[in-house]
C-alpha cells in the first residue's frame, strides 16, 4: 500500500515562480525523503528530513515535515524550466527495509 | 563504479519468455534494492538485499519474480514467463546504510509484446 500521496498530481507554472509540492503519510517516521525523477528513468534524492527536524533547506529547496498532520511539503523557489520533472516523497516501510513513494506530482515549467 | 548501472536500458520480449535485469550497485554499499514503475504511477519496492542476511522478498508480485546477489555486489532480477502486465521500467537502488539516501540506477524498460 501507499503511504506517500503527493498533491498536486500535476502542476504547472511559468519561470521564475515559486512552486509548492504536498505529501501525506500515514505512519509513524524516521525520516522523510524527497526524490526527483526526469523523463520516467532514475531517481535523483533531493533532501531528507529526519522527524524531529520540522523544516529545512538545500540551495532553492525548502522541505517542511509536521509530523502531527503526517505531512510535508516541498518548495522549489525562483523556478527554472530544468526543474521539469516528476518530485516523490518517501518514507520506510515500517520494517525499514525499502521505502514507499508516492505517485508523484508531475512539474512543468514553462519559459 | 561512479554510480548504480543497470543493464539492458531497454529490452523487449515476448510473452511467455524469460527476461534476466543486471544491477551493479554503488561499491561499498551493502543494501541493494529493487523497485518497479508502471506508466504513471510511483514506484512498487519488489525485493531488498542487506549484506549476507537473507533478502526481504515481501514485495515479489508472484513466484516468476526472483533475484539473486551474488558476492554482496551484483544483482540480477529474472522474470519467468513473461506477462504484458510485467511492462514497465524496473529500477535498482543502493545505500550505505539502512534508511539512508537511496541511489538510483537509470533503470531497465521491459516491454512485453
Known amino acids: 500500500s501507499q503511504q506517500g500521496e503527493e498533491d498536486p498530481q500535476a502542476l504547472s507554472i511559468q519561470e521564475g515562480e515559486n512552486a509548492t509540492m504536498n505529501c501525506s503519510y500515514k505512519?509513524?517516521?524516521?525520516?522523510l525523503q524527497w526524490y526527483r525523477q526526469n523523463s520516467g528513468r532514475g531517481l535523483v534524492h533531493l533532501i531528507l528530513i529526519r522527524s524531529n527536524e520540522r523544516e529545512k533547506h538545500s540551495g532553492r529547496l525548502r522541505v517542511t515535515l509536521d509530523t502531527s498532520k503526517k505531512s510535508s511539503s516541498l518548495l522549489i523557489t525562483a523556478s527554472r524550466a530544468a526543474d521539469t520533472a516528476s518530485y516523490f516523497c518517501a518514507t520506510w516501510r515500517q520494517a525499514g527495509t525499502a521505502l514507499i513513494f508516492g505517485k508523484g506530482t508531475t512539474l512543468s515549467v514553462s519559459s | 563504479g561512479a554510480g548504480v548501472s543497470q543493464s539492458p536500458s531497454n529490452k523487449v520480449t515476448e510473452k511467455g519468455k524469460d527476461v534476466e535485469l543486471r544491477c551493479d550497485p554503488i561499491?561499498?554499499?551493502?543494501?541493494l534494492y529493487w523497485y518497479r514503475q508502471s506508466l504513471g504511477q510511483g514506484l512498487e519496492f519488489l525485493i531488498y538485499f542487506q549484506g549476507n542476511s537473507a533478502p526481504d522478498k515481501s514485495g515479489l508480485p508472484s513466484d516468476r519474480f526472483s533475484a539473486e546477489r551474488t558476492g554482496g555486489s551484483v544483482s540480477t532480477l529474472t522474470i519467468q514467463r513473461t506477462q504484458q502486465e510485467d511492462s514497465a521500467v524496473y529500477l535498482c537502488?543502493?545505500?550505505?546504510?539502512?534508511?539512508?539516501?537511496?541511489?538510483f540506477g537509470p533503470g531497465t524498460r521491459l516491454t512485453v509484446l
Open positions: 537502488a543502493s545505500s550505505l546504510k539502512r534508511e539512508g539516501e537511496q541511489f
Open positions: 561499491s561499498g554499499h551493502t543494501a
Open positions: 505512519t509513524s517516521i524516521n525520516n
